[in-house]
């Protein structure tokens, strides 16, 4: 199961960087807390270390919040 939902998590994260035209990263501590959402250089956080399922709900909610503003 989980290294299902890491897959979903890195297919999610392609569809908001081809959607936003950029390059976000991620990258995983779980011994600092999780999932954390990065530009592509690192240097700046947009979301703070969470659980693989809420940065798969939070990069859902930012993919459907581009499909409706399409």
């Not at 290294?3 to 959607?19: A, G, H, S």
């Not at 995983?28 to 700046?44: D, I, K, V």
């Not at 979301?47 to 581009?66: Q, T």
Request: with cysteine.
């Amino acid at each position: 199961m989980a290294r299902k939902t890491r897959i979903e998590l890195f297919m999610m994260l392609d569809r908001v960087n081809k959607n936003l035209n950029t390059k976000l990263n991620l990258n995983n501590a779980s011994c600092y807390g999780g999932w954390q959402l990065t530009n592509f250089e690192g240097n700046h956080i947009i979301k703070h270390r969470v659980p693989i399922r809420e940065m798969l709900s939070f990069l859902d909610g930012m993919s459907k919040a581009l499909e409706i503003k399409g």
